[in-house]
C-alpha cells in the first residue's frame, strides 16, 4: 500500500529560505549597502568631487569631533528635540481629539471624517506653500487676523523669527499629519465594545472616568505603535522644514537631517554630512530599542 508523501515532504528544508532570499536580497541593496557606505565616509573628508575617483582621505573621528564642538550643535539639537518631541505631542493629541469627536454615531459623520483627513491628501510642496502665503508678514491672512485683535504686531515674521521659526514649522508638520494619528485612533476606538462604556455608566463613571479606565486602555495597542511611527518619521522628515525656511535662520530650525543635507550638498562636506546622517540613525535606533522594551515588549508579554 503506497503512502501519500507528507506535507513536510512535499518542499525541502530550504524552500522558506529561498523564497525570502529575492527580498532580503532588495533589503540589502536598498537599506544595508547605504548604511554601511554612509558610515564608512563618515570616517573620510569626502566630498562630491572625491567620490567619482575615489580620491578621499581617513580622517578617524575628526568628523564626529567637528560637529560635536561647532556651535550650531546645541541649535541643532535643541530644534530636533521641540520638532521631534513637541511635533509628536502635538500630532497624537490634535488625532485623539478628532477621532473623540467623531467617534459617534450622527449623520453626515462621513462628510466631517472626509475633511478632518484633507490635510493628509493634499502634496507637501502645495501644502508648504498655502502655509508660506498664509504666514506672509505683509500680506497674510493669519497675520492679518492675530494682529488685528492685538495678538502680535504687524508684519510678525513667522518663519524668520529665530525663537519662533521652529514651532511655526512644527504646527505646518502637525497639520499635515495629524489625520494619520485621526484614523488609527479612530479605528483603535472601533475596537472597544459599547458594553464597557454602558456598564460603566450604570456604574455611576462620569466621562472622564470612561476615558481613564476603558478609552485610553483600550487604545494602548495602538498607541504604542503610532508613536513609535509618528517619532521615527519626525527624525527623517525633510520635505516641509526645507521648503519653509531651509534651516534657517541661524541653523534655528536645521534638524539633523537638514543639517546632514546642508552640509554634505550645500557646502560639499559629503563626509561630515554623513556623520551627522549616522548620529541622527543613532538616536532614531536607540530610542527605538529602548521604546520598545519600555512599552511594545511589555504589552506583548501582558
Same mark, same amino acid.
Given at each position: /500500500?503506497?503512502?501519500?508523501?507528507s ?7 530550504q524552500?522558506p ?5 529575492p527580498? /532580503? ?12 557606505f554612509?558610515?564608512?565616509?563618515? $570616517?573620510?573628508?569626502s ?12 580622517? @578617524? ?14 541649535r541643532?539639537?535643541y530644534a ?5 518631541v513637541?511635533?509628536?505631542?502635538l500630532?497624537f493629541?490634535?488625532? %485623539? ?22 490635510p ?5 510642496v502645495v501644502l ?7 504666514l ?8 492679518? %487676523?492675530?494682529?488685528?485683535v ?8 513667522? %518663519?524668520?523669527? =529665530? ?6 514649522v /512644527? ?12 484614523l ?8 472597544? =465594545?459599547d ?15 470612561? $476615558? ?5 486602555? @483600550?487604545l494602548? =495597542?495602538? &498607541?504604542?505603535v503610532l508613536?513609535?511611527?509618528?517619532t521615527?518619521?519626525a ?9 519653509m ?7 534655528? &530650525?536645521a534638524? %539633523? ?5 546642508l552640509?554634505? $550638498? ?8 554623513? &556623520?551627522?546622517?549616522v ?16 512599552f511594545?515588549?511589555?504589552?506583548e508579554d501582558?
Open positions: /500500500m503506497n503512502k501519500k508523501p506535507a513536510y515532504r512535499l518542499y525541502a528544508p524552500t529560505y529561498l523564497l525570502l532570499l527580498s /532580503m536580497a532588495v533589503i540589502v541593496l536598498i537599506l544595508v549597502i547605504p548604511i554601511v554612509a558610515v564608512y565616509i563618515s $570616517f573620510t573628508d566630498n562630491m568631487f572625491a567620490v567619482a575617483d575615489r580620491s578621499w582621505s581617513y580622517v @578617524g573621528l575628526d568628523n564626529y569631533r567637528d560637529f560635536i564642538t561647532n556651535p550650531s550643535f546645541g541643532v539639537l530636533t528635540f521641540v520638532y521631534v513637541l511635533g509628536v505631542v500630532t493629541a490634535a488625532g %485623539l481629539a478628532a477621532a473623540l469627536l467623531l467617534n459617534v454615531k450622527l449623520r453626515g459623520s462621513a462628510i466631517f471624517k472626509a475633511l478632518f483627513i484633507l493628509w491628501v493634499v502634496p507637501q508648504v506653500i498655502i502655509w508660506r502665503w498664509m506672509n508678514p505683509q500680506f497674510g491672512v493669519i497675520n492679518y %487676523l492675530l494682529s488685528s492685538g495678538i502680535v504686531p504687524p508684519e510678525f515674521a513667522w %518663519l524668520s523669527n =529665530p525663537t519662533i521659526a521652529i514651532f511655526t /512644527m504646527v505646518v508638520t502637525t497639520w499635515k499629519q495629524y489625520p494619520l494619528s485621526f488609527i485612533l479612530l479605528a483603535g476606538l472601533k475596537t472597544i =465594545p458594553e464597557l462604556y454602558e456598564a460603566a455608566s450604570i456604574d455611576g463613571a462620569g466621562s472622564v472616568g470612561r $476615558f481613564m479606565h476603558i478609552t485610553w486602555p @483600550g494602548r =495597542p495602538v &498607541t504604542s508613536v513609535l511611527l509618528l521615527v518619521w527624525f527623517t522628515n525633510f520635505v516641509i522644514i526645507w521648503l525656511t531651509r534651516g534657517g535662520p541661524a541653523d534655528r &530650525t534638524t %539633523l537631517a537638514i543639517f546632514s543635507y552640509n554634505s $550638498f550645500g557646502f560639499n562636506r559629503l563626509g561630515y554630512g554623513a &556623520t551627522i546622517g548620529i541622527a540613525l543613532l538616536f532614531s535606533l536607540a530610542f527605538s530599542i529602548v521604546y520598545y522594551f519600555a511594545m515588549r511589555r504589552r501582558n
